[in-house]
C-alpha cells in the first residue's frame, strides 16, 4: 500500500471527505473510495472517519491505497490498424468505439487485449490491466496513441509525457462558427460539481492547457478545428470546447442534445510527434479522419 497525504483549503470547507478524495485523485471512483472508509484506511488530523465527515480548512488527510488486484487480461484477436512497428514501440491508429484498456464493462474487447494478442512483449510498468499503455484517449475518440514494448521506452516516453515534448493534435468538428482564427483555452479543469461523474472548469481543478486554430468554417453552424494540448487532463478538449460554447458534434457527455451521428464524437487525433525511446529519432505519425467523420463533413459542405 502506497500512503498518500493532503491538506484541506480555506475554499474546501465543508465538503464531505469522500466528495473531496475523488477530486483530489481523479482515477479513483466514489464506490472505489467507499471501500477505503470501509477498510479504514482513511484519517484526518490521526483519526478515523467516516465517509461523510466534513472537511475543515488545515485538515490533513491521510489514506492508503491498496494494492490493486491483478486482471486476468486476456488476448483477443482484436484487428489492429498498426502504423509503426519495431522492438521498442508501435503506434496505434485506435477506432472510435473501442477502450483502452480493461475496465468494469469491458474486460475482453480493449486495445490492451488486442495488443496482447499481437505480441507479448509489452512495457509491465503501468500493471498487468495497462501493458504498454504511455498515454490514453476516449473510446469514442479515434486516432494515435503510442504504446511502449519494454519498461526501457516505457519510461523515457513517460518522460518526454511529463516534459510536454510528445506533441498530440487532434481534429475536432464543433457546433457554431468560431469567431477567431486561433486561439488558446487556459482553465482549469477538475470534477463537476454538479455531476461526479463528468468533468468541469472549476475553480480548484488542475491546470489544463488547449490551443486550436480553424481550418474550415461550414456555413456558420459549424467549424472544423485543430487542437493542441499542452495537458492531459481527463476529456480536456471536449470540456474545453463546451467551455467556450462551441462543444464537440456528436459528443454524448458534453455535446448538444441534437446533434450529427459521427459514430461517437468528431474528435480524431490525426498526428502524433515525439522522439524514438532509444534512438532519439524526431518520429511523426498521421492518421486521416475515418470515413464516417469525412463522410459527415461531406455531406455539411453539400447541404448548404
Known sequence: MSLEQYKVQQDEKGIRIDKLLVDITEEYSRSQIKTWFDKQLIEVNGKKVKQ?????????IEWEIPEVEPLEVEARDIPLDIVFEDHDIMVVNKESGMVVHPSAGHQDDTLVNALLYHCDDLSGINGVARPGIVHRIDKDTSGLLVVAKNDKAHEQLADQMKEKQIKREYKALVHGDIPHEYGTIDAPIGRSEKNRQLMDVVDNGKPAITHFEVLERLHSKYTLIKCVLDTGRTHQ?????????????GDPKYGQRKSIDVDGQALHAYRLTFKHPISNEEMSFEAELPTKFEKVLENIRKSY
Do not use: A, E, S, T
Open 52 to 60: 461523510n465527515y466534513k472537511c475543515q480548512p488545515d485538515d490533513l
Open 237 to 249: 478538449i471536449r470540456v474545453h470546447m463546451k467551455y467556450i460554447g462551441f462543444p464537440i458534434v
